[in-house]
């Protein structure tokens, strides 16, 4: 499923730290397209129905303050098993256990400072793009590299 779609967000200290484009350009060469992208410094009701599996944790209170600290880029990137791809190029939550070539694992040292989230499972997907994006906020197009990438 070539439309398969994934909600990517890049957190304050990937903007702060002028990491949006390296991160961005490492899903476009691979071939999967953006087709919802924004900045917005997010409230705290938002990052907290973002995290709400979390609030019971005891690092929600700072998850929260750092997300609503500074901007977030919010993306929908879309192609073929986009939600366990995102998943497996970003590492793991620790980026120390994060293997090189992975983004956390090249650009991350610290679990409360790892640049970027990525949907869990397609259930997570829809319910995160839904949170974050009005339907008009995301794009319906096919690249004419298609072919290219697809077989
Ligand atoms: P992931 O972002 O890999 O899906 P998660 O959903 O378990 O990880 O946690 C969400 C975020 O919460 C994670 O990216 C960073 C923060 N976090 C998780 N575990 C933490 C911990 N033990 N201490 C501090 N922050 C933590
Ligand atoms: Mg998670």
């Given at each position: 499923?070539?439309?398969?779609?994934?909600?990517?967000?890049?957190?304050?200290?990937?903007?702060?730290?002028?990491?949006?484009g390296e991160i961005l350009s490492r899903f476009e060469k691979r071939g999967y397209n953006v087709v919802g992208l924004k900045v917005l410094t997010p409230s705290r009701e938002l990052a907290e129905a973002h995290y709400a599996e979390h609030k019971e944790r005891p690092f929600f209170k700072g998850l929260v303050d750092f997300l609503t600290s500074g901007p977030v880029v919010?993306?929908?990137?879309?192609?073929?098993?986009?939600?366990?791809?995102?998943?497996?190029?970003?590492?793991?939550?620790?980026?120390?256990?994060?293997?090189?070539?992975?983004?956390?694992?090249?650009?991350?040292?610290?679990?409360?400072?790892?640049?970027?989230?990525?949907?869990?499972?397609?259930?997570?997907?829809?319910?995160?793009?839904?949170?974050w994006f009005r339907p008009v906020e995301i794009v319906d197009f096919k690249p004419v590299d298609h072919a290219w990438v697809y077989e």
């Open positions: 499923d070539s439309k398969e779609r994934t909600y990517i967000m890049l957190k304050p200290d990937a903007v702060n730290r002028r990491l949006i919010a993306i929908v990137i879309e192609g073929d098993n986009a939600v366990a791809t995102a998943r497996t190029m970003i590492g793991v939550t620790k980026p120390q256990a994060s293997a090189p070539g992975t983004i956390r694992g090249d650009l991350s040292i610290d679990v409360g400072r790892n640049i970027i989230h990525g949907s869990d499972s397609v259930e997570s997907a829809r319910r995160e793009i839904g949170l």
